[in-house]
């Protein structure tokens, strides 16, 4: 059973860092990749990185947020700086499952930017 498990989440203030984790199981997996939903809004994509290492962003992450992932230990993480009000939202953790190309969600950690 795959199973996706976000950690990291928390308050932070205007300026400051954050490090996500997701700890996946159950399979190994082609891209991961990090999505949030803010209150009201659609769910969108922050970063992607391929079994490669090949990395994507959204425009808005750009230079402030870096995705990394560790094969060996199904991991991947989000490291989150100069981070900003509008970057609150639930960031959810999502994977592409070997070989069956079966999207795969975890249940989301909550990150809040605020003075």
């Known amino acids: 059973?795959?199973?996706?498990?976000?950690s990291g989440g928390g308050?932070?203030?205007p300026g400051e860092s954050l490090r996500?984790?997701?700890a996946a199981s159950g399979s190994i997996f082609y891209a991961m990749g990090w999505y949030r939903q803010a209150p009201g809004k659609q769910r969108e994509l922050v970063a992607t990185v391929t079994s490669g290492?090949?990395?994507?962003?959204?425009?808005?992450?750009?230079g402030r947020f870096t995705i990394?992932?560790?094969n060996a230990k199904n991991m991947v993480y989000l490291?989150?700086?100069?981070l900003k009000p509008e970057d609150t939202a639930v960031y959810y953790c999502n994977a592409e499952r070997f070989p069956y190309r079966t999207i795969h969600w975890g249940q989301g950690?909550?990150?809040?930017?605020?003075?």
């Open 1 to 6: 059973q795959v199973q996706l498990v976000e």
């Open 11 to 13: 308050l932070v203030q």
């Open 79 to 82: 490291q989150m700086n100069s």
């Open 109 to 115: 950690t909550q990150v809040t930017v605020s003075s």
């Open 53 to 62: 290492g090949s990395t994507n962003y959204a425009d808005s992450v750009k």
């Open 20 to 22: 996500l984790s997701c």
């Open 68 to 70: 990394s992932r560790d």
